[in-house]
Every structure is written in structure tokens, then in C-alpha cells.
């Protein structure tokens, strides 16, 4: 399979287990601040990433780093709070590192977004119901993200 054969990332999340997977494929995006959107209105938080393709180093189907476009939606949203995150600087770049999820209050779901350096995201909604696409065509990067242990 070569690059242009690729087919983009959909995955769809319906409960705590689904979201780790989605949370697995976040791992490494970034995202600015002006690329992440809370609609109240539509009860739906929005973060457009560039994604880190770790599971074509896992395959190795590509001998280049790569990343792409993706945009991983939360429906369902009820309340969204931000720590660490400076709102006003909206060009600043948040690496993702996990999703997690538990249930409180016996009917809404905590949902955080942990990002490098301390940044969260908390999200409280009704249901589990995220979203990730990835979206046109990806390119080549120079490096792999690299975690201390």
C-alpha cells in the first residue's frame, strides 16, 4: 500500500472503551488554541489536529514520519473548562497526550484532554459521543515524537 492508496481515519466513540482508541490515535496531534471551538448552541466541542500517523510507523508502510489534518468532535456537551491554556494566545500549539473519560454523577461523563505542560481540557456531557476524521492528505514530517519514561 502506498500513500495514495491510504484510506483516511474515521473512528467512531460510543462509550469509555471506544474512547480509548480514539485517545491512542490522538496521542502526539497538535492543535492550536484558534483550532479548538465549544458551539453551545449545538452542544458540540470541536478540535482540529494535526495528527501524528503512529500506526503507519507500527506497519511500516511508509518509510517518512507523517501527519495529518484531523478533527475530532464531542457531542453532547454541556459545560467545557480549560486549565493552563492561554485563551488570548490563539497561534499557541498543545500537544495531545491522552483522552479520558469516567462517569460522574451517575449520568454524565468527565471527559479530559490532556495535553504537555499541564494543559486540560475538561469536557462534562450527557453521553459518550466523539468523533474522529482525518481529513485530505497527510505529509511528511522530519520527527518522531520521543516520551521520557
Not at 492508496?5 to 482508541?21: G, M, R, S, T, Y
Request: aromatic letters at 8%.
Amino acid at each position: 500500500m502506498n500513500e495514495n492508496e491510504k484510506v483516511n481515519l474515521k473512528l467512531i466513540a460510543k462509550n469509555q472503551k471506544d474512547l480509548k482508541v480514539v485517545s491512542a490515535y490522538s496521542q502526539d496531534s497538535i492543535v492550536n488554541v484558534k483550532d479548538m471551538v465549544f458551539l453551545k448552541g449545538n452542544r458540540t466541542f470541536i478540535m482540529l489536529t494535526n495528527r501524528f500517523m503512529w500506526e503507519d510507523v507500527e506497519k511500516g508502510f511508509f518509510r517518512h514520519n507523517r501527519r495529518i489534518r484531523c478533527a475530532i468532535k464531542f457531542e453532547e456537551i454541556i459545560r467545557v473548562q480549560s486549565k493552563n491554556i492561554n485563551q488570548k494566545d490563539k497561534n499557541t500549539p498543545l500537544e495531545c497526550l491522552a483522552i479520558e473519560c469516567k462517569l460522574i454523577a451517575d449520568t454524565n461523563y468527565e471527559i479530559k484532554i490532556f495535553f504537555s505542560g499541564g494543559s486540560v481540557i475538561t469536557l462534562i456531557s450527557e453521553a459518550v459521543e466523539v468523533s474522529m476524521h482525518d481529513l485530505g492528505k497527510s505529509w511528511k514530517v522530519k520527527h518522531v515524537p520521543i516520551h521520557k519514561i
